[in-house]
């Protein structure tokens, strides 16, 4: 069954999607307010996150006994281990352009379903700026 | 600090409910669910024997959002509002992309996924990110915007 690979990743983000949308973290509004620790605190997204990540957490080691996926040859985790300034400076350039709009690259994604003029300037705007810097970077290395 | 339209359990449903999606990737595919890792190999592909999957995510995230709208569950998306000027929404846009590929992964990626793994490096990368954009958070509503 060849499709079922791409039909497993469908579903996949299709509940990612649909966890974005529920948890509202596709409103740039509620990811601001989840920011603004010093002034209209929504703290909303930290449950998201501890919900994504305790059922993770639990999650992820069992599927890790597993010798190999159900559906590919073996896992694909990331294997770098050293803590190097680039990590932290595409932290930094993320974040502030996170806080700046509200935007992380799922919530981009997914306001598609209902995209707007802002929207798709947030997205092709998003789109240059990986394709550029994945350019420059199949250079350097 | 004012606490303000705190929506505990939506968020924590729509938490798990991502937290399951990217199990799920990893026991069907093998793959770790990081938008950006993931995006990224469809705008500039390494590989493009590894495309379908890929497009079959993405179309998943667009296709989740289109299911929560059509469901009419939570609150839906008509109050949505872009929360800067278009100019800034470039900026953002642009950092977003540069960022996350410098830094390889974003809040899902080493957010969700990462931490739950232990991995050091997504706890550097997510304390980076969070830090940041809090900082930039305030300067804009505190001291630019007053």
New interface residues.
Partial sequence: MAALPWIAALLAGTLFGLGLSVAQMIDPAKVINFLDLFGTWDPSLALVMFGGLVVNAIMTPLILKRKRPILAEHFRLPTKIEIDARLIIGGIIFGIGWGLAGYCPGPIITSISFINMDILTVLLAFIVGTAATRWVLSKVS | ????????I????????????????????????G??GI??GI??P?NKGDM??????????????????WSN???G?E??????S?P?????????????????G???G????????R???SL???????????????I???LVGG
């Fill in positions: 600090m004012e606490i303000i339209n705190f929506t505990p939506s968020s924590l449903i729509g938490g798990g409910l991502i937290g399951l999606a990217a199990a799920f990737l990893l026991v069907a595919k093998g793959r770790i669910a938008i950006s995006a990224g705008i500039y390494e379908a999957w890929r497009i079959a995510f993405v179309a998943g995230l667009i296709l989740g959002g289109l299911i929560y709208q569950i939570g609150v998306v109050h949505i509002q872009a929360m800067a278009t800034t929404l470039i900026v953002a846009g642009l950092l977003v992309g540069i960022g996350t590929q410098i830094g390889t974003c809040t899902s080493h957010g969700i996924c990462g931490l739950a793994r991995s050091p490096r550097v990368a997510t304390l980076s990110f969070m830090g940041s954009a809090l900082v930039t958070v305030f804009v509503r505190h």
